[in-house]
């Protein structure tokens, strides 16, 4: 299994990022699948999850309202639509689901927010 995260970048505060994802090596339509995110000196936290079908989503109270997740399991990926950026935002994003025990998380994308 493979996860491949792009579309990080420096933004400046309420501005705009849409990060993808892209897996190889099993069926994503079978999976639910998460985004995560490590900011400097904290542990990894869970940003937002999506059911398999794509027709139900839940989201940390930091990031409501703020960002949407969506996939498209014909193409594979997953993306993070992410609005009104706030510096607490940086961090590395990883998108990840368990598959069994040789899943590996991928590299993530990193999104700094700062003026």
């Known amino acids: 299994e493979q996860f491949v995260e792009s579309g990080g970048g420096l933004v400046q505060p309420g501005g705009s990022l849409t990060l993808s994802c892209k897996v190889s090596?099993?069926?994503?339509?079978?999976?639910?699948m998460y985004w995560y995110r490590r900011a400097p000196g904290k542990e990894r936290e869970w940003v937002a999850g999506?059911?398999?079908?794509?027709?139900?989503?839940d989201y940390a109270d930091s990031v409501k309202g703020r960002f949407t997740v969506s996939r498209d399991n014909a193409k594979n990926m997953v993306y993070l639509q992410m609005n009104d950026l706030k510096p607490e935002d940086t961090a590395v994003y990883y998108c990840?689901?368990?598959?069994?025990?040789?899943?590996?998380w991928g590299q993530g994308t990193q999104v700094t927010v700062s003026s």
């Open positions: 990840f689901t368990y598959i069994d025990s040789g899943t590996k």
């Open positions: 999506i059911i398999s079908t794509g027709t139900s989503a």
């Open positions: 090596g099993f069926a994503l339509s079978g999976y639910a």
